[in-house]
């Protein structure tokens, strides 16, 4: 019987347009979680990030803003937040080449895993609405209720690729005969983790690499209205794919507890 195989994405800049986390930015703020201030800031590190993409060195600036941007976030409030305004702030800014990417590699029996550098209060509920079926992503530390500022699990560059060969060791995925899409050369370890790379939107770094390696470059700019193109899973299915202990997580984080229980051990 053959192995199973799937399509691992990105999320920032390859499914949709913007950094996810920082694109809640305006929500939180009207949600009372976060000052004018620092909302400026993060639109500033957005328009940064899209012009001219994010190194390893701002990459961590943004980390290490962001973590001590939601230390004592009420972390219920966060998930509400994010439910109640994840169309309006979303819809707008998923590529439509991505969607009918992901589709594609359904309709030839891949899974679909998002591996992403964005927190899971997010990235789950966005994996969720485009039918992937694993999502992979960072998770911040909880206490009380409460998110403490430090990060349990950081879902970035090198260990975007251990946690996809962790998938395969756990579902047995054939990565020889896996895709993988990315922007930024960050993900470059990720990307050769698979028999089948593929750059999207890549910065001048990766796009060098992709041409080096002969790596296709694909362009997504087709922005799509995303609940006129992806049907909604039934709750069933979601709550499958996402259930943790009894909690919604991100998928990627099913593991990623799984592996650090096996570390302690």
Same mark, same amino acid.
Request: hydrophobic share 45%; net charge negative.
């Given at each position: 019987?053959?192995?199973?195989?799937?399509?691992?994405?990105?999320?920032?800049?390859?499914?949709?347009?913007?950094?996810?986390?920082?694109?809640?930015?305006?929500?939180?703020?009207?949600?009372?979680?976060?000052?004018?201030?620092?909302?400026?800031?993060?639109?500033?590190?957005?328009?940064?990030?899209?012009?001219?993409?994010?190194?390893?060195?701002?990459? #961590?600036?943004?980390?290490?803003?962001?973590?001590?941007?939601? $230390?004592?976030?009420? *972390? &219920? !409030?966060?998930? +509400? =937040? %994010?439910?109640?305004?994840?169309?309006?702030?979303?819809?707008?800014?998923?590529?439509?080449?991505?969607?009918?990417?992901?589709?594609?590699?359904?309709?030839?029996?891949?899974?679909?895993?998002?591996?992403?550098?964005?927190?899971? #209060?997010?990235?789950?509920?966005?994996?969720?609405?485009?039918? $992937?079926?694993?999502? *992979? &992503? !960072?998770?911040? +530390? =909880? %206490?009380?209720?409460?998110?403490?500022?430090?990060?349990?699990?950081?879902?970035?560059?090198?260990?975007?690729?251990?946690?996809?060969?962790?998938?395969?060791?756990?579902?047995?995925?054939?990565?020889?005969?896996?895709?993988?899409?990315?922007?930024?050369?960050?993900?470059?370890?990720?990307?050769? $983790?698979?028999?089948?790379?593929?750059?999207?939107?890549?910065?001048?770094?990766?796009?060098?690499?992709?041409?080096?390696?002969?790596?296709?470059?694909?362009?997504?700019?087709?922005?799509?209205?995303?609940?006129?193109?992806?049907?909604?899973?039934?709750?069933?299915?979601?709550?499958?794919?996402?259930?943790?202990?009894?909690?919604?997580?991100?998928?990627?984080?099913?593991?990623?507890?799984?592996?650090?229980?096996?570390?302690?051990?």
């Amino acid at each position: 019987m053959p192995r199973p195989t799937a399509a691992f994405f990105d999320l920032d800049k390859t499914i949709i347009a913007k950094s996810s986390t920082l694109a809640f930015s305006k929500p939180f703020q009207a949600g009372g979680l976060i000052s004018r201030r620092a909302m400026l800031r993060s639109t500033y590190a957005q328009f940064v990030y899209l012009v001219g993409g994010a190194d390893h060195d701002q990459m #961590e600036k943004m980390r290490r803003f962001m973590s001590a941007m939601c $230390a004592g976030w009420d *972390v &219920a !409030t966060v998930r +509400e =937040i %994010v439910a109640d305004t994840l169309h309006n702030i979303v819809d707008p800014l998923v590529y439509d080449e991505a969607v009918s990417l992901i589709e594609e590699h359904h309709l030839a029996g891949r899974d679909v895993v998002i591996v992403s550098t964005s927190g899971s #209060e997010v990235v789950g509920p966005i994996g969720e609405m485009l039918g $992937a079926d694993r999502v *992979v &992503a !960072t998770r911040m +530390e =909880i %206490v009380d209720g409460k998110y403490s500022g430090e990060i349990e699990y950081y879902a970035y560059a090198e260990e975007k690729a251990r946690a996809i060969e962790e998938l395969a060791r756990v579902v047995g995925y054939d990565l020889e005969n896996s895709y993988a899409y990315s922007d930024s050369v960050t993900d470059v370890t990720m990307l050769e $983790a698979v028999g089948h790379a593929h750059a999207v939107n890549p910065d001048k770094e990766l796009r060098k690499i992709a041409v080096e390696r002969g790596w296709p470059v694909l362009v997504f700019n087709k922005p799509v209205e995303l609940r006129s193109r992806v049907p909604f899973p039934p709750a069933r299915q979601t709550l499958a794919a996402l259930a943790v202990g009894g909690a919604l997580a991100a998928g990627g984080v099913m593991w990623a507890n799984a592996r650090k229980r096996r570390v302690d051990e």
